[in-house]
């Protein structure tokens, strides 16, 4: 049972818009940056957005983030075959541990 | 660009101990902070610890009773300790550099996977 809570799958159509949920609470979101990490199918985590909504370096516009109370939203636009997969929120707990949601399954109809 | 490898044996026997350590290239490992997590087969990522250049560690509760991080700044390394390991800790085993502290996990390794079977 991952701390942050994020639904397993979501999908829709090449050059459709997709956003993925990330809720937490307090002790986690609700105090600190939200991370969000794209994994392709076979490799490592690689990092999206930080800092709530800020991205590094030659990651595309079309990712975009935000954080409102204790919940974190991903968005993607303009969807392409080549996003397809998966998606993890992180950020930092109060007992000063790393957390990660379970993760969520994006599949480019 | 920074590198990060991770490296160590893809077996271990139930109730030994893991080892594995990340080599760090292309930049020092000094002033950063620098984390291992891991991830079961199929399931999501789970943090397990970080250990700063300097020495100074923090463990995820869960598993603080059997990890021990360390850190070799003449190598550019450092290594994660697991012990009295079961099934359950069959995983792909990721490095990590982070700054500040409490920041995202900007560089990755490769990963390795460590099975644990008799």
């Known amino acids: 049972q991952s701390v942050l809570t994020q639904p397993p799958s979501v999908s829709a159509a090449p050059g459709q818009k997709v956003t993925i949920s990330c809720s937490g609470s307090s002790s986690n979101i609700g105090n600190n940056y939200v991370s969000w990490y794209q994994q392709l199918p076979g490799t490592a985590p690689k990092l999206l957005i930080y800092?709530?909504?800020k991205r590094p370096s030659g990651i595309p516009d079309r990712f975009s983030g935000s954080k409102s109370g204790t919940s974190a939203t991903l968005g993607i636009t303009g969807l392409q075959t080549g996003d397809e997969a998966d998606y993890y929120c992180g950020t930092w707990d109060s007992s000063l541990s790393g957390v990660f949601g379970g993760g969520t399954k994006l599949t480019v109809l | 660009q920074v590198q990060l490898q991770e490296s160590g044996p893809g077996l271990v026997k139930p109730s030994e101990t893991l080892s594995l350590t990340c080599t760090v290239s292309g930049g020092s490992i000094s002033s950063y902070y620098w984390s291992w997590i891991r991830q079961p087969p199929g399931k999501g990522l789970e943090w397990i610890g970080y250990?700063?250049?300097?020495?100074?560690?923090n463990y995820n509760p869960s598993l603080k009773s059997r990890v021990t991080i360390s850190v070799d700044t003449s190598k550019n390394q450092f290594s994660l300790k697991l012990s009295s390991v079961t099934a359950a800790d069959t995983a792909v085993y990721y490095c990590?550099?982070?700054?500040?502290?409490?920041?995202?996990?900007?560089?990755w390794g490769q990963g390795t996977l460590v099975t644990v079977s008799s």
């Open positions: 990590a550099r982070h700054f500040p502290r409490y920041g995202p996990l900007g560089y």
């Open positions: 800092d709530n909504n």
């Open positions: 250990i700063y250049y300097s020495g100074s560690t």
